[in-house]
């Protein structure tokens, strides 16, 4: 049963009820979540949010990291919406793609995202929300489809999406250039700034959401707008709601 002070019984990331093992507090009050995933994304939102109203005015850099954190995340939730109205047969098809198919290319990008998630929590021992990113078995292959099934893929990505917004809202402006060092299945030794290795993540994801994007809309699929000024626009207009 769910205790009684909670204020709300659906979640309000997806309109499931509220489960007791995902409550957490948020200005004094007990909100619920219908999995741990969401509740996660939501107090990693909300210590964007609040860690950032009121401040003096930061570093454009950490700005630009953060709001690219807020869609990559923003962007990734329409996506998958999109994704899951397709057909079985026309999500696992090799559809001429880099790595084939939608299923393919959106395992790709969380194979690269959680490698380089990886990296960054060897080398910056002060990113404490991503000490669990280093439980998880490193992928191994480009190719390699860690979640054959769509919803828990989906579980997966909201989770890796929680995580970055949280390291890059933590970030200090001194940290941008802490070496991220790695070495390849070939041996090969490499490093390189954080900035730079975020830089890469956010693009290297909109390269392949690029590509799925096509797929589904060759296969009649309208992911809908996906520019960051809508995002930006829902912002202003949540804001102004909540002002």
């Known amino acids: 049963m769910i205790e009684r002070e909670v204020i709300n019984t659906l979640c309000p990331w997806s309109g499931d009820p509220v489960s007791p093992d995902s409550l957490t ?61 397709l057909d079985l047969s026309d999500y696992s098809r090799n559809a001429g793609a880099f790595f084939g198919s939608v299923e393919a290319s959106v395992n790709h990008i969380l194979v690269w995202d959680i490698v380089w998630l990886q990296r960054i929590a060897r080398s910056l021992s002060s990113a404490s929300s991503l000490a669990w990113i280093l439980t998880l078995e490193t992928p191994t292959a480009n190719d390699q489809v860690l979640h054959k099934d769509l919803a828990q893929l989906s579980k997966a990505r909201r989770r890796i999406d929680a995580t970055i917004i ?44 690029g590509q799925v994007t096509t797929l589904l809309s060759q296969a009649s699929i309208d992911p809908g707008v996906t520019d960051m000024i809508a995002m930006v626009i829902d912002e202003d207009a949540a804001e102004k709601i909540y002002d």
């Not at 390189?192 to 392949?208: G, K, P, R, S």
Request: aromatic share 10%; glycine share 6%; net charge positive.
């Open 25 to 85: 507090h948020y200005r004094g009050r007990k909100v619920g979540f219908c999995n741990p995933g969401c509740r996660d994304k939501f107090e990693a939102a909300t210590a964007l949010f609040d860690g950032t109203i009121g401040t003096a005015q930061r570093d454009p850099a950490l700005v630009i990291l953060e709001r690219a954190a807020r869609y990559n995340c923003w962007f990734n939730d329409r996506l998958f919406e999109a994704i899951a109205r």
């Open 166 to 209: 949280a390291l890059t809202s933590n970030l200090k402006t001194k940290l941008l250039e802490q070496r991220v060092s790695y070495q390849r299945q070939s041996g090969a030794a490499f490093e390189h700034a954080l900035d730079e290795v975020l830089q890469h993540m956010f693009n290297h994801q909109t390269h392949h959401r």
